[in-house]
């Protein structure tokens, strides 16, 4: 298994609170991302990182932010969170050096706003 | 802009019968397509890839898939499903030329009777 840690797990908050999720890989891979997945729309691509300090956003980038000071961690931020962003949170990682490289996913992280 | 359609949201299979999930996709380059497995409370595992090449792909769990360009598709298959294989699958496209992001569909969660 790709070595991605998600931290938390599981995480209740209430409204307007700042949140941070981290990820964590081990695998020294160039790509990161961050998904956000809800019944009925699969996955929805929330930031994603092509180096350290490189970030860019994806379709669902609204009320979020993302940093990534080292290769192996990457920090999603909520910095007021609403009832909307109660989702399960995956972070995927990927090599993308050669045209063979899929994306690996952690275990997520379930986050409930309150 | 890429996007992937799952058009059955349900499929129940009896344990033995063959299974096939339908993907169609639309991306304007050519695709790099994937199957991923989740199940319940865990993350996704990918089943197989398609980058170039052979368009009939080998998986894990004995899975294969099939492109047809012609048809925008990448139909997933299994010639006899066990009670394991229940779990919700997804098929995903990304490209090269997009940072390797992929976009998903919304998922088909397959159910298998004894």
């Known amino acids: 298994d790709a070595g991605i840690t998600q931290s938390p797990r599981h995480k209740v908050t209430e409204t307007g609170t700042p949140v941070t999720l981290r990820c964590h890989q081990t695998e020294n891979h160039r790509y990161m991302y961050w998904y956000r997945q809800d019944p009925g729309h699969g996955l929805r691509l929330i930031h994603y990182s092509y180096g350290v300090k490189d970030t860019d956003k994806g379709e669902v980038s609204d009320g979020y932010s993302v940093s990534r000071s080292k290769t192996e961690d990457f920090l999603l931020t909520l910095e007021s969170a609403t009832s909307s962003q109660t989702s399960v949170y995956f972070c995927?990682?990927?090599?993308?050096?050669?045209?063979?490289?899929?994306?690996?996913f952690g275990d997520g992280t379930r986050l409930s706003i309150l | 802009a890429q996007s992937v359609t799952q058009p059955d949201i349900h499929i129940t299979v009896s344990e033995g019968a063959s299974l096939e999930l339908r993907c169609n996709y639309s991306y304007g380059a050519t695709p790099y397509l994937f199957w991923y497995v989740q199940s319940p409370g865990q993350g996704l595992q990918l089943l197989l890839k398609y980058f170039s090449g052979d368009t009939l792909v080998q998986g894990i769990k004995g899975f294969e898939a099939e492109f047809k360009r012609s048809q925008s598709s990448f139909n997933l298959r299994k010639p006899s499903v066990h009670w394991s294989d229940a779990a919700e699958y997804f098929c995903a496209v990304g490209a090269r030329t997009n940072d390797y992001k992929l976009s998903f569909g919304a998922g088909t969660t397959v159910t298998v009777r004894a």
């Open positions: 995927a990682i990927s090599d993308g050096g050669g045209d063979n490289q899929p994306q690996h």
